[in-house]
Every structure is written in structure tokens, then in C-alpha cells.
């Protein structure tokens, strides 16, 4: 019982405070999306802006997850983006990171090369936290 009252305390700080009671996989949850968001700043922000306030090299990724590629409004996509004709799934998204240049040959994207199951997890995880809209239900 002290084990479980001073592992509760431990993981207080990375929930926050919230009046509901929390699951353990909502904790997991939290965690992914947080590590996600620390590979996303070193492998990903360089070039890539969460929304449009933000000029950056790539396109902004807000709402990635299931929309169609090459479609953000105003970005100058390679015409091998634009002509893929593919949708962001979370395999797509796995295939990209893994070997971007393979997956979609002319793309301007520099090779990446995250080949980590683990780590595209997580990334995945939060590039879901930062898409709000369901592009799922519009693209099908
Ligand atoms: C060196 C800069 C750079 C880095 C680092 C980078 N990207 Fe990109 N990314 C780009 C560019 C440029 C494009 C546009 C490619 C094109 O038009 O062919 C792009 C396109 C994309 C797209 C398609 C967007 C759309 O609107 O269709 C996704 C998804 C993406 N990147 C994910 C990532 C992820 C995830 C990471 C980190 C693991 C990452 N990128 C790292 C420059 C980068």
C-alpha cells in the first residue's frame, strides 16, 4: 500500500492535477505524447512548425494524421508530393519516417531515417495529440 501511495505521488507531476480519476493507460498515453513531442523537437522542428504562425522549411503538421499529402494550404510542395496521390495513415507515416527519399522518390524532404519502431511510436503519438480534426472521417 506505501509502494502504490508513493508511486501515485511520483507520477502526480506528469499528470497534473485533474479531479477524475486517471487509468493507467490515459498515464501511458500522456507519457508517449510527451516523449513523442521530445524526438518531434530534435528530429522534426527544425524544419517542421506545428501550425502556420510559424514559418518554417517544411509544411506546418497540424492535423497530419489521415490528411491527404501535399495539401497545406500555401506550401510549396515538391511535384512528387503532390502527385502521390497518398494519405497520412499511421503506416505511411511509419514508411516516411523510416526511409522518406524510398518511400517517395523526388520528394525535397532530406533523408530522415528513424527506423526505431519505439521512437516512431512515440512521434506518432504526438503528431495524433496535435491533430485534432478528423481527417479520417473526410477522407473516407
Ligand atoms: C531537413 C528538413 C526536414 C526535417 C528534419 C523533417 N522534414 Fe518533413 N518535410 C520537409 C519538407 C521540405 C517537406 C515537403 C516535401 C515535399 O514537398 O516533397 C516535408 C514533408 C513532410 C510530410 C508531408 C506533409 C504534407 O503536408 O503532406 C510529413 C508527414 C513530414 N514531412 C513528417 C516529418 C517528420 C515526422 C519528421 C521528423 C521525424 C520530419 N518530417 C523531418 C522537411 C523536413
Given at each position: 500500500m506505501k509502494h502504490l501511495m508513493s508511486m501515485a505521488i511520483a507520477t502526480l507531476p506528469l499528470i497534473g492535477f485533474s479531479a477524475a480519476p486517471v487509468s493507467a493507460s490515459e498515464i501511458f498515453e500522456k507519457i508517449k505524447i510527451e516523449a513523442g513531442q521530445t524526438l518531434y523537437d530534435r528530429s522534426c522542428r527544425r524544419c517542421h512548425?506545428?501550425?502556420?504562425?510559424d514559418s518554417s522549411y517544411g509544411p506546418p503538421?497540424?492535423?497530419?494524421?489521415?490528411r491527404a499529402a501535399g495539401?497545406?494550404?500555401g506550401y510549396d510542395y515538391s511535384i512528387a508530393m503532390e502527385a502521390?496521390?497518398?494519405?497520412?495513415?499511421p503506416g505511411a507515416i511509419r514508411a516516411w519516417m523510416e526511409d522518406n527519399d524510398g518511400f517517395?522518390?523526388?520528394?525535397?524532404?532530406?533523408h530522415v531515417g528513424i527506423e526505431d519502431p519505439t521512437v516512431q511510436d512515440f512521434i506518432l503519438a504526438y503528431l495524433g495529440s496535435i491533430s485534432p480534426q478528423d481527417n479520417k472521417q473526410i477522407s473516407e
Amino acid at each position: 500500500m506505501k509502494h502504490l501511495m508513493s508511486m501515485a505521488i511520483a507520477t502526480l507531476p506528469l499528470i497534473g492535477f485533474s479531479a477524475a480519476p486517471v487509468s493507467a493507460s490515459e498515464i501511458f498515453e500522456k507519457i508517449k505524447i510527451e516523449a513523442g513531442q521530445t524526438l518531434y523537437d530534435r528530429s522534426c522542428r527544425r524544419c517542421h512548425a506545428v501550425d502556420s504562425t510559424d514559418s518554417s522549411y517544411g509544411p506546418p503538421l497540424e492535423n497530419i494524421l489521415y490528411r491527404a499529402a501535399g495539401i497545406y494550404e500555401g506550401y510549396d510542395y515538391s511535384i512528387a508530393m503532390e502527385a502521390s496521390g497518398i494519405v497520412w495513415t499511421p503506416g505511411a507515416i511509419r514508411a516516411w519516417m523510416e526511409d522518406n527519399d524510398g518511400f517517395m522518390p523526388g520528394t525535397k524532404m532530406r533523408h530522415v531515417g528513424i527506423e526505431d519502431p519505439t521512437v516512431q511510436d512515440f512521434i506518432l503519438a504526438y503528431l495524433g495529440s496535435i491533430s485534432p480534426q478528423d481527417n479520417k472521417q473526410i477522407s473516407e
